[in-house]
């Protein structure tokens, strides 16, 4: 079953759980509160611009919190 993030026109819909024992293409490894000024409206593909939002969605912030950071390496990084 696939159930990952899907984007549409800049609207994100939510992901659905998925069985773990297939591959992942997508893995949230961190969920904080936007800042009252980040708009998701129409921006949502650029909030990965904002300074603050990068270094939550970081490769550092990453392998901090991955099991083994040598296997999380090189991933394409969406806010």
């Not at 773990?20 to 997508?26: I, M, N, Q, S």
């Not at 904080?32 to 409206?41: C, I, R």
């Not at 904002?50 to 950071?69: F, G, K, T, Y």
């Amino acid at each position: 079953m696939l159930a990952g993030l899907t984007v549409v026109s800049d609207r994100a819909c939510p992901p659905a759980a998925a069985d773990c024992t297939g591959p992942h293409y997508w893995e949230t490894f961190a969920a904080v509160p936007l800042p009252a000024d980040a708009t998701t409206g129409r921006e949502l593909s650029t909030l990965i611009e904002r300074e603050d939002i990068a270094a939550v969605c970081s490769a550092d912030h990453l392998a901090q919190r991955s099991r083994n950071p040598a296997r999380t390496t090189g991933w394409r990084i969406q806010a």
